[in-house]
């Protein structure tokens, strides 16, 4: 990557704040960019590269690579959305109906709580592409209402996004982490994400599960919904949703690396309790980019969590924020204003929580 000026340079700054201003304002303005997300974040990527002048082949690589090659193993979440897609294709049958079975035997309230909860947990072991997958065919095979359906999507990726953060194997912002704190004074292992955050994302998942039975699954009636039919899709519809996932999560490596100047110049030299509130940017830039210009060695140990549970917690918020998102969002097709409606509000509610919690922290 080229060199980063030390010190701001205004033009670069103000075309960069500008792209930012258009990310977050025309998919909810311009019916023809919600429709094409994956385009419109490809060219907010090209822009952004080309005002910072970050190109060089490494980055283009890396773009390319991203959507299919996680922590160096040739499985990523185009691969993983493929052939999932596939192979509920051809055994949808028994799948459906042993989803719509259990969540008859358990009951919405009971199976909505079960489910989210081991997704989130499982998050970080399976890695959240994965988990990401099985929550939108599970999704799409209850026999809910579409806007029930919307509402236990967003609350599930919170809680994915949360959960994939407990090891490096989970997502890359936890990989990333882990790298930039393996020396001293933290020599983060494993572990180290469990104990240091282990406590606030556990609760926050169960949290979650909790208020997605008793706000959906209170409401939800299985009977009431069977007689919907699933609209099956083709192979063909399969392929290109795998198809723009890639590009969205290409575009969001160029989008995030096009933005780092910001990021260095302005979000990263702030105290932690501020920071916290800075990082709600996650919400639309990769916080896998934001952790990696973020987080080093020479932060405290408030800092560190201050900033990673703002990253954690934003990412829900809006679409691009999340791989969880993204995946759901393109299975369930929800749109950018539907995911917003119900996704700000809780991202924001979930925000306070936790900056209540770390206070302490912040004032100690």
């Known amino acids: 990557m080229a060199a980063i000026p030390e010190e701001p340079v205004m033009s670069v700054a103000a075309g960069l704040f500008a792209i930012f201003a258009l990310v977050l304002i025309l998919p909810f303005k311009v019916k023809k960019v919600e429709q094409n997300l994956e385009p419109f974040f490809l060219i907010m990527g090209v822009a952004a590269v080309t005002i910072s002048g970050l190109w060089n082949l490494?980055?283009?690589?890396?773009?390319?690579?991203?959507?299919?090659i996680t922590?160096?193993?040739?499985?990523?979440?185009?691969?993983?959305?493929?052939?999932?897609?596939?192979?509920?294709?051809?055994?949808?049958?028994?799948?459906?109906?042993?989803?719509?079975?259990?969540?008859?035997?358990l009951g919405p309230r009971v199976f909505i709580f079960v489910i989210i909860t081991l997704l989130g947990l499982c998050s970080s072991v399976i890695s959240v592409i994965v988990t990401a997958?099985?929550?939108?065919?599970?999704?799409?095979?209850?026999?809910?209402?579409?806007?029930?359906?919307?509402?236990i999507t967003v609350i599930a990726c919170f809680a994915l996004g949360l959960g994939a953060a407990l090891t490096p194997v989970g997502e890359p912002l936890s990989t990333i982490v882990v790298h930039k704190l393996a020396?001293?004074?933290?020599?983060?292992?494993?572990?180290f994400l469990f104990m240091l955050l282990g406590i606030y994302i556990c609760i926050g998942i169960i949290s979650l599960a909790?208020?997605?039975?008793?706000?959906v699954g209170k409401k939800a009636s299985v009977e009431a919904a069977e007689s919907q039919r699933r609209s099956a899709e083709t192979v063909r519809n399969i392929a290109l949703r795998a198809v723009k996932v890639y590009l969205f999560v290409g575009a969001l490596v160029l989008l995030g690396t096009g933005l780092t100047p910001l990021i260095i110049w302005y979000f990263s030299k702030v105290p932690a309790h501020t920071l916290y509130?800075?990082?709600?940017?996650?919400?639309?830039?990769?916080?896998?980019?934001?952790?990696?210009?973020?987080?080093?060695?020479?932060?405290?140990?408030?800092?560190?969590?201050?900033a990673l549970m703002g990253l954690?917690?934003?990412?829900?918020?809006?679409?691009?924020?999340n791989i969880p998102n993204i995946v759901a969002a393109a299975r369930l097709k929800i749109t950018m204003k539907e995911w917003a409606s119900f996704g700000v509000p809780l991202g924001l509610v979930l925000m306070v929580a936790y900056f209540v919690a770390l206070a302490p922290l912040y004032f100690s």
Do not use: C
Request: no cysteine; glycine share 8%.
């Open 133 to 151: 997958v099985i929550l939108a065919e599970v999704v799409v095979a209850l026999p809910f209402q579409r806007n029930e359906k919307t509402k």
């Open 277 to 306: 509130w800075v990082n709600i940017v996650s919400a639309v830039v990769d916080n896998a980019t934001l952790a990696a210009a973020e987080i080093g060695p020479t932060l405290s140990v408030v800092q560190i969590k201050s």
């Open 210 to 215: 909790i208020f997605a039975a008793e706000y």
């Open 71 to 105: 922590a160096g193993i040739p499985l990523g979440i185009f691969q993983v959305v493929l052939v999932a897609g596939l192979l509920i294709h051809y055994f949808d049958r028994p799948f459906y109906e042993g989803i719509t079975l259990l969540a008859r035997r």
């Open 58 to 68: 490494e980055l283009i690589e890396e773009a390319v690579k991203a959507p299919v």
């Open 183 to 191: 020396g001293p004074p933290y020599n983060a292992d494993f572990f």
């Open 312 to 321: 954690l917690v934003a990412g829900g918020m809006l679409v691009p924020g």
